[in-house]
T-cell receptor
Framework: AQSVTQLGSHVSVSEGALVLLRCNYS??????LFWYVQYPNQGLQLLLK??????LVKGINGFEAEFKKSETSFHLTKPSAHMSDAAEYFC????????????FGKGITLSVRP | ETGVTQSPTHLIKTRGQQVTLRCSSQ?????VSWYQQALGQGPQFIFQ???????GRGNFPPRFSGLQFPNYSSELNVNALELDDSALYLC????????????????FGPGTRLTVL
């Protein structure tokens, strides 16, 4: 079975500050890892994904994440927060192979202070 | 390229009623997955449809059922609605080929907000 843990339900940063959203996963096989963003009253938008290859993955809107197998982590970072980054962020895991079921964490709400 | 669309946007039902939610997959995609997102929670996998057949199911009772049509669009049906069924229902489409999920990515629609009173 797979699971995702996102510590803390709410993170607040000042505009221009570093954003760090934590994600740890549990998987019996090497997983594919994803970060999605959800703005109010909208669906999910893919920020970035790790499948194979380079462990530092760059995504849209200046976000990046690093897959650390030894720590079973896939933390999301952005060097400088922007007001438009305020949203809900979900980490998700999927097994490799044809089964494309995503298992999501509970999500983290990011607030950005002026 | 047309994205994933869902209808209706919002829906209010009462306990015991039945509801049908609809999803049109992104152009070129052949697989549809449905997720339930309760307030303050992450999405939970309900089931997936591929080639008009259920291809994987999460921990949801049989009163949650679905269909996929030849044009790859899909319906989610929920019978005997309960208060806890109130949630945002998300549809995601993807392209699955002979070797598995292509591009390893699911594209999500905006969701249907279901309220059960």
């Amino acid at each position: 079975a797979q699971s995702v843990t996102q510590l803390g339900s709410h993170v607040s940063v000042s505009e221009g500050a570093l954003v760090l959203l934590r994600c740890n996963y549990s998987s019996s096989v090497p997983p594919y890892l994803f970060w999605y963003v959800q703005y109010p009253n909208q669906g999910l938008q893919l920020l970035l994904k790790y499948t194979t290859g380079a462990t530092l993955v760059k995504g849209i809107n200046g976000f990046e994440a690093e897959f650390k197998k030894s720590e079973t982590s896939f933390h999301l970072t952005k060097p400088s927060a922007h007001m438009s980054d305020a949203a809900e962020y979900f980490c998700a895991v999927r097994r490799t192979g044809a089964n494309s079921k995503l298992t999501f964490g509970k999500g983290i709400t990011l607030s950005v202070r002026p | 390229e047309t994205g994933v669309t869902q209808s209706p946007t919002h829906l209010i039902k009462t306990r015991g009623q039945q509801v049908t939610l609809r999803c049109s997959s992104q152009s070129g995609h052949n697989t549809v997955s449905w997720y339930q997102q309760a307030l303050g929670q992450g999405p939970q996998f309900i089931f997936q449809y591929y080639r008009e057949e259920e291809n994987g199911r999460g921990n949801f009772p049989p009163r949650f059922s679905g269909l996929q049509f030849p044009n790859y669009s899909s319906e989610l049906n929920v019978n005997a609605l309960e208060l806890d069924d109130s949630a945002l229902y998300l549809c995601a489409s993807s392209l699955v080929g002979g070797g598995g999920l292509i591009n390893n990515e699911q594209f999500f629609g905006p969701g249907t907000r279901l309220t059960v009173l």
